[in-house]
């Protein structure tokens, strides 16, 4: 049986066009998240291996829809040919049923863990470049150095700490990190 699998980021986007090319390649079945890649928790994934059988064909329409790294990905595939299920991308042509279909899917593993390794690079310069300017990373802190001050002040002189966090409108945990 031919299952398919889409996915699109945010409710905002639409997966009509990946379902349209789904149905167009004979799924049967379809299974759709809304989530980030990034996020682990796709319950409709998790769903859709589930309901894969030995001789099944699980049929995306690009593989970033199904894995955001190729560890990810190389692990799904994995799993699928232990299980005796084939993989099938429609937009690389990636079909694992046949030599060349498993051949392209190494190059394009190869070619997006490149990708990747270059943005990663081009981050971490970018960071490097800000940093270098004087610009700090990171969340501001939500106390004033005069703030900190003054929690340690009232703190010494006797004040609970949930009653100080609750002066300076912060949680306990942040007038502790700031305080220590």
């Not at 049986?1 to 167009?24: E, F, H, W």
Request: with cysteine; net charge positive; charged share 30%.
């Amino acid at each position: 049986m031919k299952i398919g699998y889409c996915r699109v980021s945010t409710d905002d986007q639409n997966p009509d066009l990946q379902l349209a090319a789904l149905k167009r390649a004979g799924c049967k079945r379809i299974f759709t998240d809304k989530a980030s890649g990034a996020t682990a928790e796709r319950q409709r994934l998790k769903k859709c291996i589930a309901a894969l059988n030995p001789g099944d064909v699980l049929i995306v329409w690009k593989t970033d829809r199904l894995a955001r790294s190729l560890s990810d990905l190389i692990a799904l595939l994995d799993e699928l040919k232990v299980r005796r299920v084939a993989f099938r991308s429609l937009t690389e042509s990636i079909d694992t049923t046949t030599a060349t279909g498993r051949a392209m899917w190494q190059m394009i593993g190869v070619l997006a863990e490149l990708e990747r390794s270059l943005i990663k690079e081009r981050t971490k310069a970018g960071r490097a470049a800000a940093m270098a300017r004087g610009i700090k990373m990171g969340r501001k802190n939500l106390l004033s150095s005069k703030q900190v001050q003054h929690a340690r002040k009232l703190i010494d002189g006797g004040e609970y700490p949930d009653e100080v966090a609750a002066l300076l409108k912060v949680s306990r945990s942040t007038l502790y990190r700031a305080i220590k």
